[in-house]
């Protein structure tokens, strides 16, 4: 029998996600890690591990001006992640260049990938495991629906089913 997405991440092999993206995105990563990792915790499991990339400034700062803006992603990522790891990148456009250049580095370091876009998807469309696109091109809408996308993750690990992913797919 399969073991669900969430036993994966959760249990033995203690898969970290990572969230990341700019502006209202950078706030969502923010506020999604913070209610998964508190949200998600149980007695009879390991902690769950789920970091957003928008966090340290000194880093981001760090490769921004010294590698440039498009590798405050990447270069963390390659610090930290693992082959089998998640990344979840935000994009409303799904084009922006360190988002892009970040899901480009998780894909050739062997890491699930996931996005969260507008419309069209952009390149990231392309390049992720799997594309949720929120059918709207204005970042509000987008953002939002990011935060809600945020929410039901958080359900689906705190219930340790995913089964709820399919009824929602289907």
Not at 65 to 78: A, H, K, M, P, V
Not at 109 to 126: H, P, Q, R
Request: proline letters at 3%; aromatic letters at 10%; hydrophobic letters at 35%.
């Amino acid at each position: 029998m399969k073991k669900p997405f969430t036993y994966y991440v959760r249990q033995k092999n203690l898969k970290v996600i990572f969230l990341f993206g700019n502006g209202g995105n950078a706030a969502n990563t923010s506020h999604i890690a913070g209610v998964m990792q508190y949200d998600c915790r149980s007695a009879h499991e390991p902690d769950f591990r789920i970091l957003s990339l928008n966090e340290n400034t000194t880093t981001l700062t760090s490769y921004g001006n010294d590698s440039g803006y498009e590798t405050i992603f990447e270069g963390q990522l390659r610090s930290y992640a693992n082959p089998g790891d998640v990344a979840i990148a935000m994009s409303t456009s799904g084009n922006t260049p360190n988002v892009v250049n970040a899901i480009n580095a998780a894909k050739e370091m062997g890491l699930n990938t996931i996005g969260f876009t507008g419309a069209g998807g952009g390149k990231l469309k392309e390049l992720v495991d799997v594309c949720v696109q929120t059918p709207s091109n204005w970042f509000g809408i987008v953002e939002d629906v990011s935060t809600i996308l945020g929410h039901i993750f958080t359900i689906i690990f705190m219930e340790n089913n995913d089964n709820i992913v399919e009824k929602m797919v289907n």
